[in-house]
């Protein structure tokens, strides 16, 4: 499947998360893909409400003064790696311990995550032509680790919980399954 060629919303996007500790940045795209060719090669975000506004590295344009010049010169910095929070839709048993999820944030473990952008359900989330190759995507991946999950309990809507993920490598991406 190609990458998306349209405007629309990514209804469908998912974050797997591979299901056993890396410690080290894949070399390139195929050694990203072989870690989620099988379906139980990884664990699937579940219930996912909300993503972050932005995924990817975030701009940090620097202002730098030129003596002799009117303007200020505009050149591109290292960024901060970026942290990001993921909300999802608050089931115990999800995030029981024992749970692959509940062990990798209990044990600080890290790991490789693949963040799928999706206008369509795919059949799943293997990288394989059936699999997400059965719809247009684009898919990001990064080395992070889930540091934290907190539960937020509600009267009026389902309950949710916050989950924190730190990286500790740069996104690669954007490429898509053919």
């Known amino acids: 499947m190609a990458f998306q060629t349209t405007i629309g ?4 996007s998912a974050l797997a998360v591979h299901a056993n500790e890396v410690t080290a940045v894949p070399a390139d795209q195929a050694a990203y893909e072989a870690l989620f060719a099988d379906a139980a090669d990884y ?4 219930n996912v409400r909300d ?11 620097v202002k730098v ?7 200020t010169l505009s050149i591109g910095a290292q960024p901060d790696a970026p942290d990001f929070e993921i909300t999802v839709n608050y ?3 999800d995030w029981a311990p024992g749970s692959t999820l509940k062990d ?5 473990t890290s790991t490789v995550f693949q963040f799928s952008l999706l206008y369509a359900k795919p059949a799943d989330l293997t990288t394989t032509p059936t699999g997400l190759g059965s719809q247009a995507n684009s898919n990001f991946y990064f080395l992070g680790r889930m540091e934290s999950i907190q539960i937020n309990p509600s009267r009026e809507d389902a309950n ?5 993920v ?6 690669e991406g954007p490429f898509t399954v053919d």
Do not use: C, W
């Not at 949710?160 to 924190?164: E, P, Q």
């Open 9 to 12: 919303a990514g209804v469908f």
């Open 43 to 46: 664990v699937e975000m579940p």
């Open 51 to 61: 993503f972050p506004d932005a995924m990817g590295t975030p701009p940090n344009i």
């Open 65 to 71: 003064p030129e003596y002799g010049r009117k303007t």
């Open 91 to 93: 089931i115990a048993a």
């Open 104 to 108: 990798f944030i209990d044990n600080k």
């Open 160 to 164: 949710t919980a916050t989950i924190a």
């Open 166 to 171: 730190s990286l500790l490598g740069d996104f």
